[in-house]
Each structure stands twice: as structure tokens, then as C-alpha cells.
């Protein structure tokens, strides 16, 4: 069955969401006949150009950032009306609100919302944030599935009064032909970094957000350096850079000016990932299956992750986890990867790759979403 599906988000720009959809799109199974169509609220972002390069369309509504327009609702209603849409997936709160409104009124049979977080703390965001979050507690009745990408967003949602017709838990997926140990790729960024082979380097690619929790993670750095003096830090993502006072700030506080490389945001993940020894990730909330957990296991570098969201079940054995807003805690569990030989440090990676390609390729996820679909219109 050929299936004609609009994909709403909120923006295409560099996020976990932004980025599942494009590896969706790329590795969508071409037996499926599926035509696709996306259409950003926003903007085009770091993923517009790339989706319309594989001939798909993109529709950018320009609407401010937490706002719907007048303008951008009609557009995405006429959109909606001259297509002949089998199903609207919405891809965030904002995209999930606006979509289910638009897709009834516009006579689409079936929307379906993609939910990538778990328990948010709500207060630290928009009052429209919230807004949105409470009327989509109050319609979740109404779309005809909802698609977690972890097993801790479903039962955050769940607890906070989510009540879908159908759940269904779809993790992310990656490309393990593009992500994978690269020796050339390591030494190439330790040599831009100014870092030498032997050092041993944690990285953390996350963009600076409350719920990332950069606090946590260089307190914890500055504990790892006083059993470390030579240990280096590459932080990478969104705001990471200089010119960030906030991040400047923690950088003082904690005396780590000379092992702190900040990185900033950078495409080909592929090429940084290699460079580390671990990769960690410090958040505090809000995690559902963090995109580079897997992406850092598939290049064969070992996790350690606070215990957030799916970041357990995810890493299992191939690394470690420890609980959030804990820095002592997180230092230890560095420590205790750091501490083993580069042998078993070696292995660890390989168990982690394995982990990846057996379980979460990302053809296997894209044809349990082309099922989801199907299932729904055969319905």
C-alpha cells in the first residue's frame, strides 16, 4: 500500500527529533511506495536543504519560534486540504498541537504524534511550553497513535495523563555504515585540537540547555582532573563556544581553562565521536533515547550516561550510568572506564558497536514506522 504521509515538526535545525526524521527519510524502505512531504513551522535549519536534496518536498511555515500565526496555520490547512494525505505525523509539542488541529479540520483520517522526551521540567521553559504541554494532556484521546522513541517517554507521558487510542514504542535508528570506528578521524580532531594521542579525552556532544545539565558535568570534570591532571575535555553542540558567558562561567568556576576544548556545533558527528575514549552524557531530565548515545557506541566508544530516560537500557553492559545531578558520582563512573586497560577499554567499544548494529540499524527502525503506517490506513 502506498502510503502519502506530511511530516510536521517544529524546526529543522539540529536536534534529536530533526535528525530522526532525515534518517528516516534516507532509509526509508523503497518497497513501501511511501510519499513523504515535510513541513517546518519554523525554518529550514541544517536539515531542509538535505531532505529536498533526496527530492522530497519541504514546506517552511516562517512562524516565530512558540507561536502560531494566522498566516502559517492557513498555509499548512491548504497544504493539508490539496494533498491527498493518508496520515499526519507530528514530530514535538508544538508540531503535535498544531498538526492534530489542522489535520481534522482539513479532513485528514489519521495523525499520529512522535513524543521524544520523558519527564520534562516544565518550569525551566516558555509559558507557551507549558500551555501547549497541558492541551496536549487534555486531546491525547484524539490522535490515532502515539509513537514514543523510549520506554521512559511513554510512561512520563502516561503518568502525566497521556490516554492515546494505541501507544507504540519505535526507538531511534542509526546508520552503522556511517558511524563506525575511524582511526583517521581520531587522529585528525586530537591534531586540530591540539590534544596528543595519549591523552586520554571524555566528550559530551549536547547543546547547552538546562536539561543537559553543564553544571553537573564540569563539577564533575574538576573532580576527575584532580585524580587526572592530564585528562581533556571536547564538548561539542550548540553553544558551546567562547562566546557563551554561561559556559565561560562554569569554566572559571571549576579552574578548567586548559583541558576544556569547546567545539560548538559541527556537522559529520562521524568524525568527532572517534577522537574520544568515552562519551558521556550529564543530563538531569527530559532525555527519552538520546540520539548520541547511540551515535558514540556505533563509532565504538564506550558511554557513560546519567540514568535518564532510556540511557540505561540503551548502554547495558557496554558502559556505564550513574544517577543525575550526582557529579561525584559521574566522576567515578569515568574514573572506572578510564581505569581499564586500553585492551578492555577496546572491547567495551566493540560489545557497544554490536549493541547498535544488532538492535537499533536504522533500516530496521524505518520499516517498523512503514508497518505503523500501514497498519493504521489498513485499519
Known amino acids: 500500500m502506498a502510503v502519502d504521509i506530511v511530516h510536521v515538526i517544529t524546526t529543522l535545525d539540529t536536534g534529536g527529533a530533526e535528525a530522526m526524521l532525515y534518517k528516516l527519510l534516507r532509509h526509508w524502505p523503497r ?11 519554523k525554518d529550514m535549519g541544517a536539515y531542509g536543504a538535505k531532505i529536498a536534496a533526496m527530492g522530497i518536498g519541504v514546506t517552511v511555515l516562517d512562524m516565530p519560534a512558540g507561536r502560531a500565526t494566522p498566516g502559517g496555520m492557513a498555509r499548512l490547512y491548504a497544504l493539508l486540504r490539496q494533498r491527498r494525505v493518508d496520515i499526519v505525523q507530528t514530530w514535538l509539542y508544538h ?16 495523525v499520529v504524534w512522535n513524543i521524544r522526551c520523558s519527564r520534562m521540567d516544565l518550569g525551566r521553559y516558555s509559558r507557551s511550553t507549558r500551555l501547549v504541554f497541558s492541551a496536549l494532556v487534555r486531546l491525547s484521546c484524539l ?13 512520563a507521558h502516561e503518568a502525566a495523563g497521556y490516554r492515546p487510542r494505541q501507544w507504540r514504542v519505535l526507538p531511534n535508528g542509526f546508520d552503522t ?20 594521542a595519549e591523552a586520554p579525552v571524555i566528550g559530551m556532544v549536547a547543546r547547552f540547555d538546562p536539561m543537559k545539565a553543564h553544571d553537573t558535568f564540569f563539577a564533575a570534570a ?52 572517534p577522537a574520544f575514549d568515552l562519551h558521556t552524557l550529564s543530563s538531569a531530565f527530559g532525555e527519552g533515547f538520546p540520539n548520541v548515545i547511540g551515535e558514540a557506541m556505533a563509532c565504538g566508544v564506550p558511554c557513560v550516561a546519567t540514568d535518564v530516560g532510556d540511557s540505561a537500557a540503551i548502554i547495558q553492559e557496554t558502559g556505564m550510568v550513574a544517577g543525575p545531578n550526582d557529579p561525584s558520582a559521574l ?20 560489545r ?6 544488532n538492535t537499533y540499524e536504522i533500516s530496521k527502525i524505518a520499516k517498523a514506522y512503514d508497518r505503523l503506517y500501514n497498519e493504521l490506513c489498513a485499519a
Open 31 to 41: 518497497e513501501s511506495g511511501a510519499a513523504h512531504h515535510v513541513v517546518s513551522l
Open 95 to 110: 508540531a503535535d498541537l498544531l498538526g492534530l488541529i489542522l489535520g481534522k479540520m482539513s479532513g485528514v483520517s489519521r
Open 143 to 155: 490522535p490515532d497513535a502515539v509513537v514514543a522513541n523510549s520506554a521512559a517517554g511513554r510512561a
Open 177 to 196: 555504515n556511517l558511524f563506525r570506528p575511524d582511526a583517521s578521524a581520531r587522529e585528525a580532531l586530537r591534531q586540530e585540537l591540539g590534544i596528543s
Open 222 to 273: 574538576a573532580r576527575l582532573r584532580r585524580w587526572r591532571p592530564g585528562i581533556r575535555f571536547a564538548l561539542v553542540g550548540e553553544g558551546m563556544t567562547a562566546d557563551n558567558r554561561a559556559v565561560m562561567s562554569l569554566i572559571r568556576r571549576h579552574d578548567l581553562h586548559s583541558s576544556v576544548r569547546l567545539l560548538g556545533r559541527r556537522d559529520g558527528l562521524q568524525r568527532c565521536y
Open 331 to 350: 566522576a567515578e563512573a569515568w574514573e572506572a572506564v578510564l581505569s581499564m586497560s586500553p585492551e578492555a577499554r577496546a572491547a567495551l567499544g566493540r
Open 352 to 357: 557497544a558497536r554490536e549493541r547498535i548494529v
